[in-house]
């Protein structure tokens, strides 16, 4: 399985954009990169996804590099309530039914006022 | 919809006692997934389930772990004897099919999850 690999901890200031990288460099060719945050006393949230384009939804944009190799999430104005630890993972390939998703430990980001 | 549902949503008990966990999935969802989370080993898969049939139960730590999914709306997820180090958050998660690519895709809904401490 590819594995990911993120900083443990970032900060933000509040209303600026907050990028969180994450480098994937064995990623398979059919492998999906997600991306889901864990605010605190609750459940990990789904965030975003992609496999080779750029994507941007109402929540946040996933940059994915040419290579594939890495990608980072970028929330454009980042608020209070984005502090949370961000989970870069990605899908294990089988060409049946897994939906297993390999989770990391995260980055433990904390938005600033 | 009330999303995942767990229950209880903190359990406190002793060394060697049995807990029994409870997850109901979001109706018409076909996927369940059990997870564990401490601050030492983070976010771990223990089992998931598609249409009630255990499909990958390699995450279970030992044979004092066992899950059921008697039906579409309702699974446990059971320890006994339970052992200090058993203590941590357990959730559960839900997701049905989803188009390849699209939203939905893989999606996970997480419960609120069971905080479990174990004395």
């Known amino acids: 399985d590819a594995k990911t690999t993120q900083p443990t901890s970032m900060d933000c200031a509040e209303g600026r954009a907050a990028n969180l990288p994450c480098n994937h460099s064995?990623?398979?060719?059919?492998?999906?990169v997600y991306w889901y945050r864990q605010i605190h006393s609750q459940g990990p949230q789904y965030i975003i996804h992609g496999l080779k384009n750029n994507e941007t939804n109402e929540m946040a944009s996933l940059i994915i590099t040419e290579d594939r190799k890495s990608s980072t999430l970028i929330l454009p104005h980042a608020t209070l309530r984005d502090t949370a630890v961000y989970y870069c993972i990605v899908r294990r390939p089988n060409a049946g039914n897994n939906r297993k998703l390999i989770w990391g430990l995260g980055t433990s980001l904390a938005v600033n006022p | 919809d009330a999303g995942v549902i767990q229950s209880p949503r903190h359990e406190v008990t002793e060394m060697g006692q049995e807990v029994t966990l409870r997850c109901k999935p979001i109706?018409?969802?076909?996927?369940l997934f059990w997870y564990r989370q401490t601050m030492m080993r983070g976010l771990e898969l223990l089992i998931y389930?598609?249409?009630?049939?255990?499909?990958?139960d390699s995450g279970m730590p030992e044979d004092r772990f066992s899950a059921k999914m008697p039906n579409a709306s309702f699974s446990t997820l059971k320890i006994q004897p339970s052992e200090p180090r058993d203590s941590a958050v357990y959730f559960c998660?839900?997701?049905?099919?989803?188009?390849?690519?699209?939203?939905?895709?893989?999606?996970?809904?997480f419960g609120p999850g069971t905080r479990l401490t174990v004395l």
């Open positions: 109706s018409g969802h076909d996927y």
């Open positions: 389930f598609n249409n009630n049939v255990p499909i990958d």
């Open positions: 064995t990623i398979s060719g059919n492998e999906y």
């Open positions: 998660a839900s997701r049905g099919l989803g188009t390849s690519g699209g939203a939905g895709y893989n999606e996970q809904f």
